[in-house]
Nanobody
């Protein structure tokens, strides 16, 4: 069983930055692609960013493009989400996920709360 554990959330003022981390317990076919998602109160979960361990291919939602960056550390089995220029609308619980291919997310972390005050 793969476990994903997020950390790094917190309270930050608008315009500030946070870096989220997601530690992966072990690598497998089910962790070839890693992603970040978020869910705000009363809203559906939405895609934020994704990456492949095998190459530098990344993708992110238009709403965070130019502000958020996803990256990974192979040696530490950890992925990151660097969030800059945070806005109040970025407030949400952020979840890490993994799967064999993009769109097929089979493992999920418990989430970490990010609150941006305006």
């Amino acid at each position: 069983q793969v476990q994903l554990v997020e950390s790094g959330g917190g309270l930050v003022q608008a315009g500030g930055s946070l870096r989220l981390s997601c530690a992966v317990s072990r690598r497998s076919l089910g962790t070839k692609v890693m992603g970040w998602f978020r869910q705000a109160p009363g809203k559906e979960r939405e895609f934020v960013a994704r990456m492949n361990w095998s190459d530098d291919n990344t993708d992110c939602a238009d709403s965070v493009k130019g502000r958020f960056t996803i990256s990974g550390d192979n040696a530490q089995n950890t992925i990151y989400l660097q969030m800059n220029s945070l806005r109040s609308e970025d407030t949400a619980v952020y979840h890490c996920a993994s799967g064999p291919i993009a769109g097929s997310w089979i493992y999920w972390g418990q989430g970490t709360q990010v609150t941006v005050s305006s």
